[in-house]
């Protein structure tokens, strides 16, 4: 490409840390996390316990415990359109030409 952009900035063949993490890295960071839970509270059950009891008094530890237990909740947005509003309108009022040619005026 003209632009520069060829194999944008990486090197064919090496790798640079682009894409997704291996599975297996994800997989040793867990049993990692896994192991430290275990030398602190014995189990890992005995680690849930320990949240749970946590939990009664405050809500941080509370969610925590929800979101393993039932999961992460997914963020749903409601888009609600009461009218269909043309994206270029055939007409125009008056007042809207004012208005469009106010804020032209003032840009340009």
Known sequence: MADGRVNNGAKKGEYRGQGRKPKAEEQKVKKMCE????S???SLSEYYKHIAEQSKDS???LKLLMEYYIGKPKENK???INEIQPLFPDTI???EFK???KVLEEEY
């Open 35 to 38: 192991n430290a839970i275990i």
């Open 99 to 101: 208005i469009m040619n």
């Open 59 to 61: 809500f941080p530890h």
């Open 93 to 95: 009022t008056e007042e």
């Open 78 to 80: 409601e888009v609600v």
């Open 40 to 42: 602190v509270f014995g």
